[in-house]
């Protein structure tokens, strides 16, 4: 008797470094998706490029100050409720743009989760700059991973 095994269900993921709600779920995602057997593809983005097409010159948690006083409020309860660390970051929304060019190349080498995790951490946990090769090396080598040779990869044109 034949049994036919569907292929796991997988679960498209965009994020931003910058995002204080994308932290939350990078944290927590791949923990929640192995105990569904579901798989992660993981897609890094510029939300800001999303921002500028609306016409905002910067994240609406800025420019609505209500609105940004209550989501900071939800990320201490957030973070406190999963056990995450936090610290609101001094500069916000920080620019992630080099992070995002490695995470393309670690989502094809396969190591995108714990460097995306450790970005995060970075930016949400000790309010450190992320989007400059000495922190993005700095994890990439946490990892095992050649630093140079990644950069180099996630600068070129095609990437």
């Known amino acids: ?32 998706a192995r105990e569904r057997h579901v798989a992660v593809a993981w897609k890094p983005f510029l939300l800001g490029v999303v921002f500028q097409a609306l016409g905002w010159e910067t994240s609406p948690f800025v420019l609505q100050k209500i609105k940004g006083d209550y989501a900071w409020r939800d990320m201490a309860r957030q973070c406190d409720k999963y056990g995450l660390p936090w610290r609101q970051p001094a500069t916000f929304p920080r620019t992630a743009l080099l992070p995002m060019r490695v995470a393309l190349v670690g989502a094809d080498q396969g190591w995108i989760a714990p460097f995306a995790q450790r970005m995060m951490t970075m930016n949400f946990a000790e309010d450190r700059d992320i989007d400059n090769p000495e922190a993005v090396g700095e994890v990439l080598q946490e990892l095992g991973l050649d630093a140079g040779a990644i950069l180099a990869l996630a600068l070129t044109q095609d990437n």
């Open 1 to 32: 008797m034949e049994r036919n095994i569907m292929p796991p269900a997988t679960l498209e993921f965009w994020f931003d470094f910058g995002s204080n709600y994308s932290y939350l779920s990078v944290m927590r995602i791949e923990a929640l």
